[in-house]
């Protein structure tokens, strides 16, 4: 079992940019393809990225690509998501999520382990 911790979320105005964090405790982090989703007020959670165990492999939304990044660090146990060029339609909570089968997923049910979420506000 692993647990996740969001941090790094706030207020920040269009154009801006802010790191997230998710640290993660237990099993040993590398075991796990990990993503990153996030649901705006009154919608459904979507997938925002996804990165392989190594790294190696990165996975993103159209709508955040060439402004999002997504990265980790096996060695403290915490993956990333660097996001810069912030729009208001951005604003939502934040989720990092652990999968332990095989392959990297876009899909929310195939992720075994969730944080609690961040919130991201983007104001325009």
């Known amino acids: 079992q692993v647990q996740l911790v969001e941090s790094g979320g706030g207020l920040v105005q269009a154009g801006g940019s802010l790191r997230l964090s998710c640290a993660a405790s237990?099993?040993?982090?590398?075991?796990?393809?990990m993503g990153w989703f996030r649901q705006a007020p009154g919608k459904e959670r979507e997938f925002v990225a996804a990165?392989?165990?190594?790294?190696?492999?990165?996975y993103y939304a159209d709508s955040v690509k060439g402004r999002f990044t997504i990265s980790r660090d096996n060695a403290k146990n915490t993956m990333y998501l660097q996001m810069n060029s912030l729009k208001p339609e951005d604003t939502a909570v934040y989720y990092c999520?652990?999968?332990?089968?095989?392959?990297?997923?876009?899909?929310?049910?195939?992720?075994?382990?969730w944080g609690q979420g961040t919130q991201v506000t983007v104001s325009s």
């Open positions: 999520a652990a999968r332990i089968s095989y392959g990297s997923s876009l899909l929310e049910d195939d992720y075994d382990y």
């Open positions: 237990g099993r040993t982090f590398s075991s796990y393809r």
């Open positions: 990165i392989s165990r190594s790294g190696d492999y990165k």
